[in-house]
């Protein structure tokens, strides 16, 4: 990738960035990392990206290194050195540079390191795989067991998704003791009998931003909510299916393990939800 990165306080072109290998992120994955999407070159559900990172950290005792005001200053700075006008910004603080490699965690005098970055996407909102559905195939959830954590440490994630792309899908759900956790980088929902279903927050799931806005914006239009676990089967034979995450929004699911959810197509419940999501959180972004 190129463009403008940031690296603990510097702006610099991307070739030119680079971090320690004694730096605690990169040796035992101790980083947590936030994704923000940009529309209209403005930040989507920033103030609650920004308290989940603030609790990420909190959770693995490391100290924020910024405060509100400057985590939005960096994050707009990047959105308008790269002239982002619909995409992502990417930050991760990771425990810092010990200048070794040892379990424990460093002294407190040793900084965290701040990494960032904005990426172009163009057709996040008018996105063909919104239109298309996704064909989903189930996996077990073989992650740990903090996953309320938004760590860097992401290598089940990846290998989901990599063998869900293998088995000719799109995407993974991640199913334990029988039950759908969530997508390999989504939150993950049925629909029946027009009643929105998924799985209650815990330390199982992370706790999608999207998710939060999305249930709160359909509880507002008077569509119910029911914050519950379901099974594969229950998802294939539920009227319509999807996923929400930062920057797919809220994106039909129309087949699971090769079973056509509901018609086989993106359902209508979905399909609003994502206008309403688009919507009102572009009233809301920075
Ligand atoms: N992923 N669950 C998991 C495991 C995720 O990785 C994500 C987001 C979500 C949705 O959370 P949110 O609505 O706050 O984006 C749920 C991001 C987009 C990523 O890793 O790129």
Redesign the pocket.
């Known amino acids: 990738m190129t463009g403008i990165v940031y690296v603990n306080g510097e702006y610099l072109p991307a070739e030119e960035a680079k971090i320690s290998v004694f730096d605690r992120g990169f040796l035992m994955a101790d980083a947590i990392?936030e994704?923000t999407a940009v529309v209209d070159g403005k930040l989507i559900d920033f103030p609650a990206?920004l308290a989940?990172l603030d609790r990420s950290l909190a959770e693995l005792d490391i100290v924020n290194p910024h405060g509100y005001d400057e985590w939005l200053a960096l994050h707009r700075e990047l959105v308008a050195r790269n002239a982002v006008t619909e995409g992502s910004v990417?930050v991760e603080v990771t425990r810092g540079n010990t200048g070794e490699r040892a379990f424990e965690y460093p002294p407190a005098e040793i900084p965290p390191t701040v990494v960032a970055f904005a990426t172009n996407r163009p057709g996040i909102v008018d996105s063909p795989a919104a239109a298309a559905g996704l064909r989903i195939v189930t996996l077990p959830d073989l992650r740990w067991q903090r996953?309320d954590i938004?760590t860097v440490q992401?290598i089940y994630?990846a290998q989901a998704k990599m063998l869900a792309k293998r088995a000719g899908a799109d995407d993974g759900w991640l199913v334990e003791d029988g039950f759908v956790t969530?997508?390999?980088?989504?939150?993950a929902y049925i629909v029946r009998k027009g009643r929105i279903v998924t799985r209650p927050l815990g330390n199982d799931?992370?706790?999608?931003?999207?998710?939060a806005s999305l249930l709160r914006f359909a509880r507002e239009a008077q569509m119910e909510v029911e914050e519950r676990q379901f099974t594969v089967a229950e998802a294939q034979a539920a009227d319509e299916a999807f996923i929400?995450?930062?920057?797919?929004f809220v994106t039909p699911v129309v087949e699971i393990d090769g079973t056509a959810v509901g018609t086989g197509k993106p359902g209508p419940v979905a399909l609003r939800l994502r206008e309403i999501y688009i919507d009102e959180s572009r009233k809301t972004a920075l």
């Open positions: 990392y994704l990206h989940r990417y996953r938004k992401l994630q969530e997508g390999t980088s989504n939150n799931i992370l706790h999608g931003i999207t998710r929400t995450s930062a920057t797919g």
